[in-house]
């Protein structure tokens, strides 16, 4: 009996250690959506200041939002992949 609270306990362990980098991921994505949108206002706002058309200036919006968004998209699929590698031990 006492070897089957035990095992439980650790499952609840691992997946309250797993949940824990699920919602970090999670977050991360939030994140990553809140940078992406001010990124492209900042990008806006520059073109808009100093009289340039958007569209001929696409390339630089295109790596500005690119530079916000992919560092956060790696580290939430690294998060994920962690949390993933918990549950499975």
């Not at 095992?7 to 959506?33: D, H, P, R, W």
């Not at 200036?57 to 998060?79: N, R």
């Amino acid at each position: 009996m006492n070897k089957n609270k035990d095992e439980i306990q650790k499952e609840t362990k691992k997946s309250n250690k797993s949940m824990i980098f699920y919602i970090l991921a999670v977050l991360l994505l939030l994140y990553m959506g809140m940078s992406a949108i001010t990124s492209y206002q900042s990008f806006a706002v520059y073109c808009e200041n100093y009289s340039l058309d958007k569209m001929d200036q696409w390339f630089l919006g295109f790596q500005t939002i690119l530079a916000a968004t992919v560092p956060c998209l790696v580290y939430a699929a690294i998060l994920y992949g962690v949390g993933l590698l918990l549950e499975k031990q």
